[in-house]
């Protein structure tokens, strides 16, 4: 189960990655476009972050798409 769990974060953080590098967004210029810290979002997209549903909005938003956008081909 705990791997099930790591394995969904990297997932995510791995898609979360894609999308802001073809969004045309450096790692520090997104996380001030989402207002985080770019340390943050640096393990977020390691895959090191438990992501709060309100973090994930928070991204969606900022990267202009729905969650369920934003969970495609994950």
Known sequence: M????EDIRKR???????LRKKAGFS??????HC???RSYV??????EKNVSLLNIERFAS?????????????
């Open 35 to 37: 207002d985080f810290d």
């Open 62 to 74: 900022s990267l202009d798409m729905t969650l369920p956008e934003l969970f495609e081909n994950m």
């Open 2 to 5: 705990e791997q099930d769990r």
């Open 27 to 32: 790692q520090e210029g997104f996380a001030d």
């Open 42 to 47: 640096g393990q977020v997209e390691r895959g």
């Open 12 to 18: 995510f953080g791995k898609r979360l990655r894609e």
